[in-house]
């Protein structure tokens, strides 16, 4: 089956510090988001990238699809940028559906 | 643009009762929805996609006969948790998505349900 493997799994860092996650993906794929899980539970979509590089704010995100990975930047973090941070990948050949890496839990303190 | 509603964002109920929850595209048409579940502390697990007007697809390990799924418009879908158990408490999220299956997922805010 597909695997989403993300890094790390866990990530503390002060208000202000810049970061950089990872997601990893065994196969190609014709779609990759990743989203911000704030405390409630809800996704929020941070960006849509099958490919190539994106910038919005403090965050931006580059998938390299040749090489299978994706990183998520987060610059000048702030503490509401606590929360989960998945990535997820739909493949084709595996069904047409979104497979879930295992988050990567980020705490800012102040 | 691109909301995506539930309701209710939290529901109580006994054992052994049913339970609906319902998905809403709000500013969009939604061709396909998907229903996944997630317990805390762990990813995102799909159980099934709907389309409009047509069955469900469920997942492997996920009953068909425990989830219903129905998709009766395009802005619509409905998960009804019959005969609820304890262990079928759990974090419940919808997602939608407009024309082909590659484009980008839009998701509820999600549904906590608790199974006394």
């Known amino acids: 089956g597909i695997q989403v493997e993300q890094s790390p799994p866990d990530l503390i860092l002060q208000e202000g510090a810049n970061s950089t996650l990872r997601c990893n993906f065994s196969d190609s794929v014709n779609n990759l988001q990743w989203f911000h899980q704030n405390p409630w539970g809800q996704l929020i979509n941070l960006f849509y990238i099958p490919s190539g590089t994106k910038q919005n704010g403090r965050l931006s995100a580059t998938t390299v699809a040749t090489e299978r990975y994706s990183l998520l930047y987060i610059s000048s973090s702030q503490t509401t940028d606590s929360g989960v941070y998945f990535c997820?990948?739909?493949?084709?050949?595996?069904?047409?559906?979104?497979?879930f890496g295992g988050g990567t839990r980020v705490l800012v303190k102040p | 643009g691109a909301v995506v509603s539930q309701h209710p964002s939290w529901v109580i109920c006994k054992s052994g009762t049913s339970v609906k929850i319902e998905c809403r595209s709000l500013?969009?048409?939604?061709?396909?929805m998907f229903w996944y579940r997630q317990f805390p502390k762990q990813s995102l697990m799909l159980m099934a996609t709907?389309?409009?007007?047509?069955?469900?697809?469920?997942e492997q390990g996920v009953e068909k006969d425990k989830f219903l799924i129905n998709h009766a418009s395009l802005t619509l879908s409905t998960l009804t948790v019959t005969s609820a158990h304890p262990e079928d408490s759990s974090f419940y999220i919808c997602s939608a998505t407009s024309g082909n299956l590659y484009n980008e997922q839009f998701f509820g805010p999600g549904t906590r349900l608790t199974v006394l």
């Open positions: 997820a990948v739909l493949i084709k050949a595996a069904g047409n559906k979104l497979t």
């Open positions: 709907s389309n409009e007007g047509s069955k469900a697809t469920y």
């Open positions: 500013d969009f048409q939604a061709t396909t």
